[in-house]
């Protein structure tokens, strides 16, 4: 990283520069994905992570608290790696029990993405757009702070239409259950 250059444009940026974040990105975002990739061994889940870092510490609330800019950067990106790689943990642990319990079978990868389509065209079709955005990085794994700083909206505002759509979407697909039923 070019040192020097990252810490006059991150001194800019907390004088009130906003224009110099952009900078900052440009020469941070590389070697944050190679970094990221290191852990992860995955292209866009490494972009995702380093530009979530380079997101988080643009919207801080006192940028000034931040002494030294690249050990932040590489912290922040660390954490989310560690994040990312729990919840597949977490996604695979949950996975093997199911299959263990014989409740869930394996199926051909066709299917599942045929599948995996047709959920959220139904999810889709009942959803407006706000709605559809707030699910789809819920489903992603994103908190409510992070939905809320991404969408411009209160972070209380995002739970209460997390719940309003978990409703929603629970009663329609009770309803389509049932009306597959025999």
């Excluded at 939905?147 to 209460?160: C, E, Q, S, Y």
Aim: hydrophobic share 35%; net charge neutral.
């Amino acid at each position: 990283m070019r040192i020097a250059e990252l810490e006059h444009f991150w001194q800019k940026f907390i004088q009130g520069d906003q224009e110099a974040f952009g900078s900052i990105y440009e020469i941070s975002r590389p070697i944050l994905t190679f970094y990221c990739l290191g852990i992860l061994k995955e292209v866009h889940q490494a972009e995702n992570c380093a530009s979530e870092a380079l997101i988080k510490t643009y919207h801080l609330e006192d940028p000034g608290k931040v002494k030294d800019i690249e050990s932040w950067l590489f912290t922040v990106a660390r954490n989310l790696c560690i994040s990312h790689l729990r919840k597949v943990k977490r996604h695979q642990t949950a996975l093997k029990v199911l299959k263990e319990k014989e409740v869930v079978h394996e199926e051909p990868l066709i299917s599942q993405k045929f599948e995996e389509s047709s959920i959220e065209a139904f999810i889709a079709n009942i959803l407006d757009e706000e709605e559809e955005q707030i699910w789809k990085l819920h489903s992603e794994g994103y908190d409510n702070n992070e939905i809320a700083i991404r969408l411009g909206m209160n972070k209380k505002t995002v739970a209460n239409n997390k719940s309003k759509i978990r409703s929603l979407l629970k009663a329609r697909f009770k309803k389509y259950l049932k009306s597959r039923e025999y």
